[in-house]
């Protein structure tokens, strides 16, 4: 019975999911006249595929097998499924029998239709699988394939990242390499400051420092700032260099509960 009601409650939150996952990423490629829902790197590997059926599956089948092993160790999704399968795979099944990106993937409609779909499927069946798993298997998939997945996520995609804004000029090569080591050293992961480095890099190269590149670099700033600080990342470095943190500084962490 609780297997039966897993189930059912998976493919209403799923296709709820789906819908508004689907629809969020069509509504991307209207922007900025139409507020998008959905994140940078979803347009940008939506984009990637170039309306091909085949690339957008096996690109959401890349990531299958790390969120499963997620839900099935850990008994969370990951990110992936509503950033990179779900979308990937409901533009594979639109595009597979109209290749027309105008009607399918850059449609809200049919997207979030499809996106519903296979929302469902996708959150029925790992939720189910994981609920019918042995605690045995689970236990081989947390010591194996979540770790692996760590390496994907840490080590590949960062590098990947680092590849494309390369390739992308010296300009934004470089503002993705300073922008990548901060993000390391403050967040644990490169990936963000890549990506802010191609936003910004890309921006200089196109309309040079004008009003919005300036106010975007100012908002980087003070976004690694506020992140570095409320991580303790100062702490932490005066620590580690051998330098006494001052008793007004860690007050002052103390008073927005950050540190101490």
């Not at 709820?16 to 509504?27: D, N, Q």
């Not at 499963?68 to 990110?79: E, N, P, R």
């Not at 000029?169 to 390499?177: E, L, N």
Request: aromatic letters at 10%; hydrophobic letters at 55%.
């Amino acid at each position: 019975m609780d297997f039966v009601e897993i189930l059912i409650k998976s493919l209403v939150i799923g296709g709820l999911i789906g819908f508004a996952v689907g629809a969020g990423a069509a509504r991307m490629f209207r922007a900025p006249q139409t507020q998008g829902m959905g994140a940078f790197r979803t347009l940008g590997e939506l984009n990637a595929c170039e309306g091909d059926p085949i690339a957008h599956f096996s690109f959401g089948l890349g990531f299958l097998f790390n969120s499963w092993a997620s839900i099935v160790g850990a008994g969370a999704f990951t990110q992936d499924v509503a950033h990179r399968i779900i979308p990937n795979w409901a533009a594979a099944s639109l595009l597979a029998r109209n290749r027309n990106i105008e009607e399918t993937l850059h449609s809200p409609a049919r997207m979030a239709m499809a996106g519903a779909v296979v929302g469902a499927l996708v959150v029925g069946i790992m939720n189910s699988t994981a609920v019918a798993i042995p605690q045995a298997l689970q236990l081989i998939a947390t010591k194996v394939l979540v770790p692996a997945a760590n390496w994907l996520i840490n080590l590949v995609m960062p590098i990947v990242f680092w590849m494309a804004a390369l390739d992308a000029g010296r300009r934004t090569g470089v503002w993705a390499t300073v922008l990548g080591g901060l993000s390391h050293l403050v967040m644990g992961n490169a990936v963000p400051g890549i990506v802010l480095g191609i936003l910004i890099g890309q921006g200089l190269e196109d309309s040079g420092w004008n009003h919005i590149t300036r106010i975007l670099v100012v908002a980087v700033i003070a976004l690694f700032v506020l992140s570095g600080f409320f991580r303790e990342f100062d702490l932490k470095m005066m620590t580690q260099f051998y330098i006494e943190v001052p008793e007004s500084w860690k007050a002052f962490h103390a008073l927005f509960k950050a540190g101490v």
